[in-house]
């Protein structure tokens, strides 16, 4: 299957797509349902490596030992247990991820400062560290070039689906692999304070250069969802590149940067909007698209403010057009635009055009809000700014999910 | 009953308990339902009259011409709809409040410009003129005294319950009383964007200091509630004052303007924490406390932040005591603090201390969040700024009201 850029192919798997990366997936006992809870992904050669972090102020012990080893921009290894994000827990929290990287490298035989950790689930109780240990050696066992959607499966916590995705291209009649897992699902939201997300490549990259493409694709992508306008504690998309593919270095401002730029661009968006899709009770996908706004920040505020309005998402829900809870959210955004030049689209449907409702057929609206893939428009006509941001419905499912998450 | 002022009475009834004022509550058709859509408010004498308005960019018409008409400071009859905004239609919707306002002046025998105009419901479709002026004919007849209950009721979009209340003060052995209606009670948020609610009060005090009280008493009470965080395009606050109570001249800076004041955010905070523990779908109406930040705003962004979570009012409705939520919100909310000088009890039980999750007993915890109002308390530890926001929970009732409000 081709990308709409003809030189970027989609191709089965994710982050053991690239050549020389290792993974796995284990139940070490953290989740209490049993489901796999460790993930452990380890590159034949060493790596650059590049990471973003959640804005929240609050940040898990594991994340703030994964942000002090990638400072060198080298790393090989990369643990992620869920169902529990070491956090708020003083020095023992930062002590039990410590303890974590050096048992990841004494068994891959890598310095500790190469393991990147990553937490994801519960706030405030402790790591069971006998079981994440007893996990660790039994995640190393099972390392294999083709475990990329076992490590997928176990970063899961509310997901309902894994999220991989692959693709390749060549560089100078060489192949160069991108892939990438993720997980969500709730507290998604603009800013990257929202997921785990890992990218693999077997492109050859300084740790600099791959810094700078990965918050410039991020903003493009990940830091495009919202769920619920929550952010978390843990969050975080790492990347590694260990440069085994015969392709030369990708350097900044060449066509083959531009290239892998393209191409990582299109596996984050595309793991982006399965994130946004798989959002807590999530039952449709929605596209806000901000047209023609005066300034970038104008339609970012516009559209985030609509993506995170729970009374648009509980209308998606019901299948109800309900185009004046749109606007009324683009009216308390902040964004500086004026309904008498604004129109609203949902799919073909024009229901609201320069300050007036339009009537509508309901049974066509109908048929447009059952599906399951939307598309909001909202052209403010005032001038030459656009963004998108994906998001989800919200549902009955999200209450039953959230109420009762911690106990 | 006494007010913690003892010198403050909690009386009986709502808008009509002060001298002079009568209303009525009848059904226009308006609402398909023929539940009550019209509530008519006229003061025996002309009024000092004041107002503040949604801060949306989004207007409707029958608010826009209500702004416009409370310029001079005077008015006599607010006239106010339910079951649809009469917002978004252009030129007609404002035409049709004129017409409102003429025929509201010409049963009354009062200029129009003294008629306030409020309409709450539906976006975009236009007001079924011939039943809202049969409705006014109908409204104006059944006028009376005793009809504050009535009013209120008519109002009610999807509240679940009347919102009224009224108290009393001597000033110089003359007694003043003050009463009030609300409605909320989706879309309830800080800044006043939020609802509509209209004071009355046989106090003689002049339009300009009116203003000046009403906005202060609004940050201390309808602007400090959250529902889920929208704002809609027709809320407002009114507030007529006929001087028919024998007490002289309420001036500002006298110890009559003190007690005036302090009555007013006595009944405008009960009128709020109705609104609020009548949020759609709410089984619990939650009070959140900032104290001790280093600034009014980090005070506000902290609150505002925990009483907009939809994760954090998903676990109140499941009655988990899920103060991770808390801090994390906290976290992401802007607001300069830091977690290892914040403490967070939620009731009686401690369960966060400078930077350490607090081990608590379960069966406590849910003793405590099973009750029907619920405090939570966040200290940050470095300051002096405190600030209280009430909100409720989110439960399925939210998504089963919203996922079909407009159908």
Redesign the interface.
């Known amino acids: 299957m081709e990308n709409s850029n003809s030189k970027i192919l989609n191709i089965n798997g994710g982050i053991t797509a690239p050549k020389g990366f290792l993974a796995s997936g284990i139940s070490a006992g953290i989740k209490k349902n049993g489901n796999t809870d460790i993930a452990l992904i380890f590159s034949d050669k060493p790596s650059s490596a590049a990471g973003i972090f959640t804005?929240?102020?609050?940040r898990g012990h594991s994340l703030d030992l994964c942000d002090k080893n990638l400072k060198d921009g080298n790393a090989r290894c990369i643990f992620i247990n869920s169902g529990n994000?070491n956090?708020?827990?003083?020095p023992s929290g930062l002590n039990d991820a410590l303890l974590i990287t050096e048992e990841c490298a004494a068994l891959l035989n890598i310095p500790a400062t190469e393991v990147l950790t990553g937490s994801t689930g519960?706030?405030?109780?402790p790591l069971p560290m006998n079981n994440v240990l007893t996990g660790i050696k039994k995640a190393h066992s099972e390392l294999k070039y083709t475990g990329g959607t076992d490590a997928a499966k176990a970063i899961m916590t509310t997901d309902t689906y894994i999220k991989e995705a692959a693709v390749s291209f060549e560089l100078n009649s060489n192949t160069v692999t991108i892939g990438g897992m993720a997980k969500g699902s709730?507290?998604i939201?603009p800013n990257m304070?929202t997921l785990i997300g890992v990218l693999t490549t077997d492109a050859k990259i300084s740790a600099e250069f791959l810094k700078i493409i990965l918050k410039n694709t991020a903003d493009k992508s990940f830091n495009r969802i919202s769920v619920?306008?929550?952010?978390?504690?843990c969050d975080k998309i790492l990347i590694l590149a260990n440069g085994m593919s015969d392709a030369s270095e990708i350097k900044p401002e060449t066509d083959e940067a531009e290239l892998f730029i393209l191409a990582l661009e299109i596996i984050s968006i595309k793991l982006a909007k399965m994130i946004a899709a798989d959002g807590e009770g999530a039952t449709k996908l929605i596209e806000v698209n901000i047209k023609n706004a005066k300034s970038s920040d104008d339609a970012h505020k516009a559209a985030k403010a609509i993506a995170?309005?729970?009374?648009v998402k509980?209308?998606f829900?019901?299948e109800?057009?309900?185009?004046?809870?749109i606007?009324?959210?683009?009216?308390?955004s902040g964004a500086d635009?004026n309904?008498n030049t604004t129109t609203i689209t949902i799919g073909p449907l024009l229901l609201?055009s320069k300050?007036?409702?339009i009537p509508f057929d309901?049974n066509t609206a109908k048929n447009v809000l059952q599906k399951k893939d939307i598309t909001v428009n909202v052209d403010f006509g005032t001038g030459t700014y656009d963004t998108t941001v994906w998001t989800c419905d919200?549902?009955?499912k999200?209450?039953d999910i959230?109420?009762?998450?911690?106990?």
Do not use: Q
Not at 402 to 407: G, K, L, S
């Open positions: 804005l929240n102020k609050v994000a956090a708020c827990l003083g519960v706030i405030g109780h709730g507290m939201h304070a619920d306008g929550d952010t978390s504690v995170n309005s729970p009374l509980t209308a829900f019901g109800d057009a309900n185009w004046g809870r606007l009324t959210a683009v009216g308390y635009f309904p609201f300050g007036l409702a309901e919200l549902s009955h999200y209450i959230n109420a009762n998450y911690r106990t």
